[in-house]
DNA sequence: ATATGGTATGAAATGCGTTTCAGAGCAAGA
DNA sequence: TCTTGCTCTGAAACGCATTTCATACCATAT
């Protein structure tokens, strides 16, 4: 494979300004560029990835912390990220944490001893003065709503859209609301249930503790809750699911258990999984791929500190 | 960052003895050899990737010709790909070729100009000679049943796996079978065929050219497939459907318009897609993240030619 | 006593770009 | 005429680990 020097050589010019005609430097003659240009056509020259990095203290390491990849939420957002790092060519170092936040300190120190060149924190443990405190070593980038001078954020406005979705079954004729979450504390379910609360005061509906189901991370989760909702005396007409994979559940519970969707209860999920679109579940669109990306793209940006919020989008389909 | 050189300073030993410890070579005496292990420990030493790939005359670049990343058989594919990629800390460079034999070229040549390490080609447009004239610049693997010398190759037995699933529709009851796939031509398409015929030929059953359902690639597919299937005078009472997509929307047409299934129509998949597992789809699971893996693994052995046969397994749900 | 070969070690070259530094040429301003 | 300040160019240093080569020591084998 040619090199560098041999673009030079052929060019009868200096390696240096090789490098400038490569890197788009001016201080170039035309007629030195061309001579360049042609030389890296006749010779197929191609940059060393490996040598540009070395060069520029790089490591093409990217650190994930995440707390499970194994749950969709997290697995749209990996595929996003993992999408972009192939486009930038990096790689991700993945830290699964299961929320332990001395792994999460692992992390940081593998920014501070330059073993990554950033960091992305899906899911935060430590409290906010730790991870502040490791700035001075790399880009950190969180995926949380938090507007802070040293570490990018990337976030959805969670509480909105779950106000979204409480509208739009209230708009259908629904009072008897409940709704479906994965953990039942962490920032983003609180807004939830904030928000949940927030919209049954503007109809001055109420609800029952059973009709809020925790726990619901997987299909099988959903099949659980068809069979609670069941055994309910007062069940509500509608759930609001933070999952497609949990609403796929329900709705495939619900179809055997001659339960009818939407009429007797109907289904709202999150994310607009495929799963959503096979199942012809009324969903809530999160751009979790368009986040995963922007995460890489700020963690990458070691030059200013980004803050990027994403909306969402309610998908119409029929289960609601 | 500590880099080789701090590490041999504080272990008073050359960076060759480091080196030599970091390589697990011989002749380093076991003092010397904990010198810099402790040396190490103690200034957080990490190697520079990019410096040894660097040295190696590695570009961790792996070529995948690729026809399109949107179908689900090759977006598996793909997924085991990214996964050991990013294992092994490489970057695919994808080449889509939309079988386009030039484009398959451009990526040979890339191999050898030594622009990537080595090549993976998905589904095959050129002739077999022109790829072995290239493996002489970097390991190469097909993905199909081809015993050379030269290129490694990873397989499914494509052929097994459509006589196994009529095998299955038939000890059902049936005898009228029908099937969709992808492409018309092609050697897995050829020999899906050809295993149809056979199984049908052992029970002196017929087949109408109708119940052959062609360009089965995406749910939107499968609707379509209904539509015809409901115009037929004679229908069959089964579908073998070469896709788990496909079948999804068959199976949702099918809800839509009141045909019962499996009673009136038994629907077999395949590749075990999650959408299968979400619609209670029987289904002929083919280890396609696995051979994706398994290809990126040969692809970056340069010094042996492997060839990897998968199997498949048949996975019984609702649907037959 | 001498040749032979394995063990152990380090200096230096190598892989390939980027960046710093020094200097030359030239035009505008004092 | 003499600064001052671009514009343009290339030599050399640098980033980090691997690998080749040279050398020295020691123990067998002859």
Known sequence: MANIK?????????VTTVSRVLNGHP????????????????LHYRQNMNAIHLSKGKTRLLGVVIPFVDHPYFSLLLNGMSKEALHQEHTLVLIQTNYDAMKEVEALEML????????????RSNTWDVVEEYTAF?????CEDRSSEVVSSVSIRHYDAFYEGMKHLIKKGHQKIGFCIGRKTGTN???RYQAYRDALHTIQATYKEDWIFTNCLSIEDGERVVEEYQSLVEKPTALL??????????????????IDVPEELAILGFDNHPLARALDLSTIELPLHEVGRKLVISALNDNETIHTQYGFSL????SV
Chains 1, 2 share one sequence.
């Open 112 to 123: 501070k001893y330059k073993q990554i060149d950033g960091l992305v924190i899906a899911s």
């Open 138 to 142: 790399g880009p950190i980038v969180v």
């Open 315 to 318: 998908i119409e389909r029929g």
């Open 6 to 14: 041999d673009v030079a050589r052929y060019a009868n010019v200096s």
């Open 27 to 42: 201080y170039v003659t035309n007629e030195k560029r061309e001579a360049v240009e042609e030389a890296m056509e006749a």
């Open 241 to 258: 699911v933070t999952s497609d994979q949990v609403a796929a559940g329900i709705r495939m519970e619900c179809q055997k258990r001659n």
């Open 189 to 191: 379910s609180n807004l």
